[in-house]
Every structure is written in C-alpha cells, then in structure tokens.
C-alpha cells in the first residue's frame, strides 16, 4: 500500500495544469538537447579530430552562462519568470536552428559552433534560474518534492531517448538533421509556455515616492549573505563545483574517444553509454519520487557522490562493456537521489523571494569550474589517453566526498 500511494503522489502534480505545460515543454527540449549534444559531439569529432576542439566548444557554452548568471537570477525575481522562459527557449531555438541551416548547406565552421555556443550560453544563463524558481510558484506546496522528481525525470527522459535517437539521427541523415530537431524542441517548449502568461510569480511592489529602490549587486548582495549564513547551502555547492571538474570533463569530453580510440567502437556505442547514465538517473529519480519527505540528505547527497566517482573510474580501469553499462547505471542512479536531496534542501532554506537568485549562485557555484574541467579534459585525454582521465576524475570525486560526509552540518541534515 505504501508503494502505491508513493506512486500516485509523485504524479500527482501532472495534475496541475500550470505544471504539466512547464514539465511537458522542457521534457521536450531535453530530449532535443541530448540529440544536440550526441550531434555535435559526432560532428566536432569528424570535422577537427581533436579533444581540446571539443573541450573549447563545451568551455564557450559555458563561461557566458556563468559570467550572466547572477544577472539572470535577478531577472528571475524581479521579471515575470515565465516570461524569461519563454524569451530564453525562443533565443536558443533559433541559435540551434542557425547552426542547422549552416550544416545542410555544407557551410558549418568550428567557429560557427564557437559562437552559438557563447550566445547559447548567455540566452542559458537566464532560462535556468527562471526555471528553478518557477516551479514552486506553479506547483502545490504539498507535492512539490514530487514535483522536483518530476523535474529531474524530464531531463533523465532526455538523457535516455536523446543520445539514442540523436546516433539514430546522424547515422541517418547527417548531423544537420539532429539540430534541426533539436531548433524545433525549443519552439514547441516555448509555445506549452504561452498559455501560462500571468502565472508568474509576486513581482516585487513597486516603491513609494522616495523609497529606495535595491540595485542589482545589492539585491545580489543579499542573496550571497543568505548562502554565506547558512553552511548546509555553501558547503554543498563548494564540493560539487570541484567534484564536477572530474566527473563532468570525463563524461563530456573524454568519453567519445574513449570509445574510439580505447574501445574501438562507433557512434552506436558512444550512444548507448550515453543512455545508461540517465537510466540510472531515471531509477534514482522514481525512488526518490516515491517519498513525500527525504531523510538524511546529507548522506544522500555526499554518499552519491562518492557512488558516481566510483562509477566513473571503471571507466578508465575496464573494456568491459557489461561492467560499464553498469557503472553508468549507478552513476546515474546516485547522481540524482544526491541532486534532489540538495534541491529540496535549498528550496527548504532558501526565502520564496530569493529563491531565483540563489538559484542562480547555486547554479554559478556548482557550475563554475566546468570550464576549467572541460578543457583541462581535452588536454589530458590527447596527453595520456582517455582512461587515465576517467581513473583520476573518479577516485578524486571519492576522495573530496568522503572528506564532506565528515562535517558536522552534513551529518545533522535529516
């Protein structure tokens, strides 16, 4: 009986409309990114032969998304957040659908995909906070762990069915075919978005004759003081910055030559592992959803780590395919039991109104240090090979983690 009634409260916030348009559009975009992200991968792999080229464009779709995103939690607060959505998902559609039309005209250039990349980045930068924030204002409080469950669902279906249809794609009609998918996967986010017009959030009450009225770095001084005063929020953002250095370079970076050039396979392989990391998201997800209330979040967040560094070392320690789709699994599995463990901490101590530009510091904390792992990947996958890369990123995820699970703060979050 238990299990059941899980089952039925985590869906129970499709039964909000407002919800289910936002879950459904995003849902679809993410299975385009990921047909996107197996696209490009193929194409840069093809086009330069070279893991720092793939690096670069993974560092240029970055650094302007984290250069922006304080200014797009601002915005995020103080502008209608569906809004901003709609705007962002409309921005990158049309950027990824550039990128299509200069590929099936045989014109797509490196430096095409250089530049779509930093204006992707910059358009991200304000979608994202929106995002995180918009979903308790659509959302019941009462199913709202559900709701964050759903959330991470949407964006573990596209892992599953994005680099699968994404290797179907290019095998069939070249790469310029999987973006212009992907082009159309933002449009159709957008439009699930306009029905939604005038469910945004409180906006701030306009000040009175001679009020004050808070700047941007004040208002983002504000939300700096409420990450620094409580160590449950910093502390967790500190470790997954430096724990994505060696988890994400590996994954994004290193592993389509891993499977080149140390597992002698094709794009099929380099799909199906692909897959396997968001199946595992997709079980830790359904677990976690199953449960009104999560305990010891702590434990979850930090042991999943140390999981996930373990699955990224059998990387670079096997061949063997079976054991890896199976270290892909737990991977995926524990990333997401940790990533909503920390959600549904920061959405606890986080207030309402702060809430997207916190969102924005958590996603600029954790985030930061990708540029400098994707390219720090590149360069040690054409120095020593891709799976020395996987070892050392695995077992040094472990290491930081373990050392977490030892503050006092970590051990003392139910």
Known sequence: ?????????????????????????????????????????????????????????????????????????????????????????????????????????????????????????????????????????????????????????????????????????????????????????????????VPLRGRAQTLPTPSAAGEHT???????????????????????????????????????????FLVRDHLHADVSLLGFLYTMFPIGYLLGGLWTGRHTQLHRRGRLLFGGLIVAGAGIALFGATTAVVVLAVAALCNGAAMEIGGLAWMSTMQERTPRDQLGRVASIELLGTYALLPIGYALAGVLTESWGPAPVFLLGGVATMVVAGLSLLSAPVRALD
């Open 214 to 256: 808070p700047g941007i770095l004040s208002e983002v001084r504000e939300a700096f003081g409420t990450v620094r005063a409580n160590p449950i929020l910093w502390l967790p953002i500190v470790v997954l910055a430096f724990a994505n250095i060696a988890l994400a370079g590996p994954y994004s970076v290193s592993l389509p």
């Open 1 to 193: 009986m238990i299990g059941v009634l899980g089952r039925v409260t985590m869906l129970q916030p499709l039964g909000h409309r407002p919800f289910a348009l936002l879950w459904s559009g995003q849902t679809l975009s993410r299975v385009g990114d990921f047909v996107y992200e197996v696209a490009l991968a193929w194409w840069v792999l093809q086009k330069t032969g070279s893991a720092t080229a793939m690096g670069t464009v993974l560092v240029c779709t970055f650094a302007p998304m984290l250069l922006f995103l304080l200014i797009g939690g601002v915005a995020g607060d103080r502008l209608p957040r569906v809004r901003v959505m709609f705007l962002s998902d409309l921005g990158r559609g049309l950027l990824v659908g550039g990128v299509a039309v200069l590929a099936a005209t045989g014109q797509l250039e490196i430096w095409h995909v250089y530049l779509a990349g930093l204006l992707f980045g910059f358009v991200d930068a304000f979608f994202q906070p929106a995002y995180s924030a918009a979903v308790p204002d659509l959302t019941p409080e009462a199913v709202l762990p559900s709701a964050n469950a759903l959330t991470g669902i949407s964006q573990t279906a596209g892992r599953i069915i994005g680099p699968g249809v994404g290797a179907a794609l290019v095998a069939w009609g070249g790469p310029a075919f999987a973006f212009a998918l992907d082009a159309l996967s933002f449009f159709a986010a957008a439009a699930l978005l």
